[in-house]
Structures are given as C-alpha cells and as structure tokens.
C-alpha cells in the first residue's frame, strides 16, 4: 500500500514538474501557440521563422500571473492616492522636462491641441518622465497573459498579435522589447494596440519610438488625448459652488467619488454650479467629481469639482478618477511652478 501511494506520488509530482517545465520552457512547443503561429502567418504573412524564435525564447512568468490575480482591494483615498504624484520632487521633474522638450511640446500643443503641462504630467504619473517603464521582456509578459492567464486571455492574445506587428513594423527585435508586468511599452505606456494606432512619428525618422525619442513620445500622448475627443482651450475640472442646503441630496448622486454626467445647467438647478467657467464652455454633459481630503488637523474633509469632457479624455488613459485628478492636479503645479 505504502509502496502504491509512494509511486502515485512520483508520477504526481513528475507530472507537476513537466507542466512546470512546459510552461516554464518552450512555448512554442505548446499546441495552443502553435495555433497562434499559424494564425499569424496566415491573416498577417508573419514571417514562421521569427515567430517560432520569439516563442522558444519566452519565459512563463508566475510573479505576473500572481500580480494579476491579486483581489482587488477598495480604491484609496484621495488625499492618500495624490502625494506619490503631487510631490515637489515631481513636480521639479515636469519643469525640468518641459524646459528640456518646450519645442516639440509647443508643436504638439499647435497640432493637436494639448497643453504641454497635461502631456508633461502624464508621463510624471505613469513612469516619473521615464524612470520607471518597467524592466519586463515584453514578449514574456504578454505570452504569459496570453496563454497561462485564462480570466483575460482574450484581451492580452489580441495585445500579443498587436506586438508582434508592432515589432516588425519597427523592425525591432520582439524578444528584446521590455516594458511593464502587463505589456504596456515606453515612456507613455502604450498597450501595443494603442501604440498601433495612436502613437506617432513626430521626429521624421521613420519609426516610433516610445522609448528615446522626446518628439514621439510627446507627440504619442498629445496624439491619443487628441484622437479621444480632446477639446482645445477648455477646461479639464471647475470648482463646483454647491448651496450647504443642497449639499446632500448632491452627494446622493455620487456613485464611488463621481456622479452621472449631465448637463451644466441641470447641476445648477439642483445647486451645484460651476465657478469661474469660461464664457464659450463647451456644452457637452459634466459630471459631479467628489475627492477626499483632510484639513490642517488630519480631519476628513471634500472638495467638489465639475468634471469637463477632457477629464473623461484623461480616463480613456486610465480608467480612474483618481488618475485623471492626479494628472490634472500635477499639470497645474508643473505650469504654475515654472
């Protein structure tokens, strides 16, 4: 008996060990990304050779797989979530790179519309100018996501194909690309897809290139607000006045910090309006946003702002409205300060 269970235990673990191996080795031994192989020389005459190469070459990648799957936890705070990106030290740093980059900002702002200090302050939260654009082979992270991560499979093999386009259209190598635990590429962190279609060749050689070259990176992300309905000249968020009377019935509409979009005058008919809009506000609905804060004695306190339709462009970066808050709280200290 002891010597049966002892023998199911080797082949237990020796078939843990093989799948270990097999998911840890050759992709491109595996069925699935064989399938994939194909799929790509046929709908995009992929070159076998290359692509079988980058498979052989990717490594399954745990710790990315374990950071995907962790629960999610309730958003934080504002005035706990802001400091990380309000600090002076990156506000400095969006000084010191607009004053390094003014010309290809200013030729942004000219074509697309976008104020330098917004385009400055998305790259100051999303990798601090470029000091953290992750140091992950991007052709491990996204075959990782892609074949071992069954919950969002779907999504990260179309990423998967986009970047492996997107690598042969900058004749680039795909096994050397790195970026974040998640795929996202460069300064400005593009998924591959967003990379494909909104980044642009902004210094004239050729290529794009999110990774050295100022002028594309600037203009990538000017580039993408612009294609999701930027509007030039108008305004990201407006204090909201709101009557102490109406206060609660106000905060009702709110749903995790930001209410439903409606139109400017309904929010003031219901005592919410915004102070100093500019006479040619754009007409388009607004919303109620809500931050946390804390006063001068650690108590919590909230301001309330009139979300414009170019917040809602800053969320279409990053689905938060504590992201789009932060970017806009940056990008005013970074042009105030300079």
Not at 175 to 194: D, E, N, R, T, W
Not at 198 to 211: E, N, Q, S, T, Y
Not at 267 to 284: C, E, F, N, V
Request: charged letters at 25%.
């Amino acid at each position: 008996m002891r010597r049966a269970i002892r023998t199911l235990l080797v082949f237990f673990c020796a078939g843990l060990v093989a799948s270990s191996c097999l998911a840890a080795g050759n992709y491109a031994a595996r069925d699935d990304v064989r399938a994939f192989i194909d799929e790509m020389a046929v709908e995009h005459h992929y070159n076998r050779a290359v692509l079988k190469r980058a498979f052989t070459m990717a490594r399954f990648q745990p710790r990315i797989v374990e950071a995907m799957q962790r629960p999610l936890l309730e958003p934080p705070k504002w005035h706990d979530y802001a400091p990380q990106f309000l600090s002076q030290a990156r506000v400095e740093g969006g000084v010191a790179y607009w004053n390094a980059h003014a010309a290809e900002l200013a030729r942004a702002e000219a074509r697309f519309g976008v104020p330098p200090e917004i385009i400055v302050a998305i790259l100051g939260v999303e990798t601090y100018y470029g000091r953290n654009i992750g140091n992950h082979r991007a052709i491990d992270a996204l075959t990782t996501l892609a074949f071992d991560y069954p919950r969002r499979a779907t999504f990260f093999r179309r990423e998967l194909k986009e970047f492996l386009l997107l690598a042969r259209e900058q004749r680039a190598d795909p096994v050397a690309l790195k970026g974040s635990f998640a795929g996202a590429l460069g300064v400005p962190q593009f998924m591959p897809g967003s990379y494909r279609e909104f980044a642009v060749d902004f210094d004239g050689d050729g290529r794009i290139d999110l990774w050295t070259s100022p002028p594309d990176i600037v203009g990538s992300v000017a580039s993408y607000l612009a294609r999701h309905d930027w509007q030039r000249g108008q305004p990201v968020l407006l204090p909201a006045a709101i009557a102490e009377d109406n206060l609660s019935a106000v905060e009702r509409r709110l749903d995790g910090g930001i209410s439903e979009r409606r139109s400017a005058e309904a929010w003031s008919q219901d005592g919410a309006a915004a102070a100093g809009a500019p006479p040619d506000l754009a007409p388009d609905p607004v919303a109620l946003l809500m931050l946390e804060e804390k006063d001068a004695d650690g108590n919590e306190t909230a301001s309330y702002w009139i979300a414009c339709q170019n917040f809602y462009v800053l969320t279409r970066y990053n689905r938060s409205r504590l992201y789009a808050s932060a970017v806009y709280m940056l990008a005013n200290a970074i042009r105030l300060t300079r």
